[in-house]
């Protein structure tokens, strides 16, 4: 087709748009590109510009349509297919993420950005040594790339090659003084002492100009270092001053969370589960509750199994969930039958979402998001031989690890504000027990304390629970390899200690929220 718009307008409105785009005024970018689309669909930048706007929008349909769109035009382009690639892996849909991916490297094998977002597919695979493959092959390419390097840091953390993450992170501070995620990371797997120079450096940029996100990062990093001296009076006045930074940035409403709790209630109420007492083993294993609860080393342990693949988090249950639960007609369909065993709508939805966990390849795949919780009724729905652990810890030692950490990307928004958390977790213990009321004995209770005071006894129950016969390797979780993504990366591979047991006690007189749990 031929050109139907003069080139130089093209520039000026593609300058027009990346303004918009770098702004975060996602819906202008696409009102505008539609437009300039109708006059002119020869130009890769429309469809990209618009693809990425309805992703940040959270319209991933409209997003994949509009890069199928422009692949239909230019078949070969390299930016268009890692832009797919790149949705597909954040929609989960890895094996369609895997292969525009490889179909950019077949076109081009050293793309910076086909490399880098092949390595982060890997990564999401829990495939952690291809996924530092791929980005070292990027680091070939360009060393000074900041979110590379950020990321390979990461991928060296997440396989327990803290050395190696460490070095990469002081590269990062050395061309990006700026990058506070970086402190953040380091000071993850650092062992701070009394007089630590990365602190004394972490403090001298508080006076730097920062965005209010890199505050954050840097005042939970100086926060642990003080914690990890036993300074629990500095320590707190830091965690205070990172939770407030976040829960601005946030824009958070607890009345939106709770709502989705009481739908939850509301449509559960007066259901029936039946059937759900078979004996055989389980296709899937959950272990659920509040984040900071010992899920970690439950996933471990459990995961130690032979048959068991510890998948880490993964993002499949909550994604689903998460947006269908608003929409009544979904509901309606799911609960139009009493008898679920003849429901075609919940048959039909239950194969698509095995279709996504079938992509770990594994007799028995153990997920250990802890929000699944909010998801219990759902997943009995759609898998009955499903096995549920409950993971539950002393509330106030559990609150204040909440408080001390920041989760990926600033998710848990609920979490950075005494007030909401303390009504996060008033929610979950009223949603726990009404899932223990409708579900009973289907929900087993791990209990932190018992768990890390007699190890061998409790993981004894956990695997009977699960219908597994009992394997010596599951009382040893420290040789576990599996891949471990969160905050407790630095722990788990640790042999179980009870030094966290009552650290709450520590911070009372300074973190008062704390009393009320």
Same mark, same amino acid.
């Given at each position: 087709?031929?050109?139907? !718009?003069?080139?130089?307008?093209? #520039?000026?409105?593609?300058? $027009?748009?990346? *303004?918009?785009?770098?702004?975060? *005024?996602?819906? +202008?970018?696409?009102? $505008?590109?539609?437009?300039?689309? #109708?006059?002119?669909?020869?130009?890769?930048?429309?469809? &990209?510009? !618009?693809?990425?706007?309805?992703?940040?929008?959270?319209?991933?349909?409209?997003?994949?349509?509009?890069? +199928?769109?422009?692949?239909?035009? %230019?078949?070969?382009?390299?930016?268009?297919?890692?832009?797919?690639?790149?949705?597909?892996?954040?929609?989960?849909?890895?094996?369609?993420?895997?292969?525009?991916? *490889?179909?950019?490297?077949?076109?081009? *094998?050293?793309?910076?950005?086909?490399?880098?977002?092949?390595?982060?597919?890997?990564?999401?695979?829990?495939?952690?040594?291809? @996924?530092?493959?791929?980005?070292?092959?990027?680091?070939?390419?360009?060393?000074?790339?900041? =979110?590379?390097?950020?990321?390979?840091?990461? @991928?060296?953390?997440?396989?327990?090659?803290?050395?190696?993450?460490?070095?990469?992170?002081?590269?990062?501070?050395?061309?990006?003084?700026?990058? =506070?995620?970086?402190?953040?990371?380091?000071?993850?797997?650092?062992?701070?002492?009394?007089?630590?120079?990365?602190?004394?450096?972490?403090?001298?940029?508080? #006076?730097? /100009?920062?965005?209010?996100?890199?505050?954050?990062?840097?005042?939970?990093?100086?926060?642990?270092?003080?914690?990890?001296? $036993?300074?629990?009076?500095?320590?707190?006045?830091?965690?205070?001053?990172?939770?407030?930074?976040?829960?601005?940035?946030?824009?958070?409403?607890?009345?939106?969370?709770?709502? !989705?709790? /009481?739908? !939850?209630?509301?449509?559960?109420?007066?259901?029936?589960?039946?059937?759900?007492?078979?004996?055989?083993?389980?296709?899937?294993?959950?272990?659920?509750?509040?984040?900071?609860?010992?899920?970690?080393?439950?996933?471990?342990?459990?995961?130690?199994?032979?048959?068991?693949?510890? @998948?880490?988090?993964?993002?499949?249950?909550?994604?689903? %969930?998460?947006?269908?639960?608003?929409?009544?007609?979904?509901?309606?369909?799911?609960?139009?039958?009493?008898?679920?065993?003849?429901?075609?709508?919940?048959?039909?939805?239950?194969?698509?979402?095995?279709?996504?966990?079938?992509?770990?390849?594994?007799?028995?795949?153990?997920?250990?998001?802890?929000?699944? %919780?909010?998801?219990?009724?759902?997943?009995?729905?759609?898998?009955?031989?499903?096995?549920?652990?409950?993971?539950?810890? &002393?509330?106030?030692?559990?609150?204040?690890?909440?408080?001390?950490?920041?989760?990926?990307?600033?998710?848990?928004?609920?979490?950075?504000?005494?007030?909401?958390?303390?009504?996060?977790?008033?929610?979950?213990?009223?949603?726990?027990?009404?899932?223990?009321?409708?579900?009973?004995?289907?929900?087993?209770?791990?209990?932190?304390?018992?768990?890390?005071?007699? $190890?061998?006894?409790?993981?004894?129950?956990?695997?009977?629970?699960?219908?597994?016969?009992?394997?010596?390797?599951?009382?040893?979780?420290?040789? &576990?390899?599996?891949?471990?993504?969160?905050?407790?990366?630095?722990?788990?591979?640790?042999?179980?200690?009870?030094?966290?047991?009552?650290?709450?006690?520590?911070?009372?007189?300074?973190?008062?929220?704390? +009393?009320?749990?």
């Amino acid at each position: 087709m031929k050109n139907n !718009i003069d080139i130089n307008y093209v #520039k000026s409105e593609l300058v $027009k748009i990346q *303004k918009y785009f770098l702004e975060q *005024k996602f819906e +202008k970018v696409v009102e $505008k590109t539609k437009k300039l689309i #109708k006059k002119d669909p020869n130009q890769v930048p429309f469809y &990209n510009y !618009i693809g990425l706007a309805y992703r940040q929008l959270g319209q991933n349909l409209n997003a994949e349509n509009t890069f +199928k769109k422009g692949l239909e035009i %230019f078949p070969n382009n390299i930016s268009i297919i890692c832009n797919l690639g790149a949705l597909y892996r954040l929609m989960a849909k890895f094996a369609e993420a895997e292969y525009y991916l *490889k179909r950019g490297l077949e076109l081009k *094998k050293d793309d910076f950005n086909i490399l880098c977002n092949y390595g982060n597919l890997k990564r999401d695979l829990n495939k952690n040594k291809e @996924a530092i493959e791929y980005y070292r092959e990027a680091y070939k390419i360009n060393r000074l790339n900041e =979110t590379l390097l950020i990321n390979l840091a990461s @991928a060296y953390g997440i396989d327990a090659e803290f050395e190696a993450s460490k070095q990469v992170l002081k590269e990062v501070h050395i061309n990006f003084p700026k990058n =506070t995620k970086a402190d953040f990371m380091y000071s993850s797997i650092h062992n701070y002492q009394e007089d630590d120079n990365h602190r004394n450096q972490m403090i001298s940029k508080l #006076k730097l /100009n920062l965005h209010q996100q890199d505050m954050v990062y840097l005042n939970f990093a100086i926060a642990k270092s003080y914690s990890d001296i $036993k300074n629990y009076s500095e320590s707190s006045k830091y965690f205070i001053n990172a939770n407030k930074n976040q829960f601005n940035i946030s824009n958070y409403n607890f009345e939106n969370e709770l709502k !989705i709790f /009481n739908i !939850i209630k509301d449509r559960f109420k007066n259901f029936e589960f039946k059937n759900l007492y078979p004996a055989d083993e389980p296709n899937l294993i959950f272990i659920v509750g509040l984040p900071r609860s010992g899920t970690t080393l439950t996933h471990q342990i459990v995961s130690s199994h032979s048959k068991v693949y510890g @998948a880490g988090e993964l993002p499949i249950i909550i994604n689903l %969930f998460n947006d269908k639960i608003k929409d009544t007609s979904f509901l309606d369909k799911i609960f139009e039958e009493k008898d679920y065993d003849k429901n075609v709508f919940l048959q039909k939805f239950s194969q698509q979402v095995e279709k996504l966990f079938a992509q770990f390849d594994s007799k028995i795949i153990l997920d250990k998001s802890p929000l699944n %919780f909010i998801w219990i009724g759902f997943i009995k729905l759609l898998f009955p031989k499903a096995k549920i652990i409950h993971c539950k810890r &002393n509330l106030r030692d559990v609150g204040l690890s909440i408080y001390k950490n920041f989760f990926d990307g600033g998710h848990l928004p609920w979490s950075y504000n005494e007030e909401t958390l303390i009504k996060f977790i008033e929610a979950y213990k009223d949603l726990m027990n009404f899932w223990n009321e409708k579900l009973p004995n289907q929900i087993y209770s791990c209990e932190y304390e018992k768990l890390v005071s007699n $190890k061998l006894q409790e993981t004894k129950k956990m695997i009977a629970f699960c219908n597994l016969d009992w394997e010596e390797n599951c009382a040893d979780h420290t040789n &576990n390899d599996a891949v471990i993504k969160t905050v407790s990366i630095s722990q788990a591979r640790k042999p179980v200690y009870k030094s966290s047991i009552k650290l709450s006690d520590n911070y009372l007189n300074y973190l008062d929220f704390l +009393k009320k749990l």
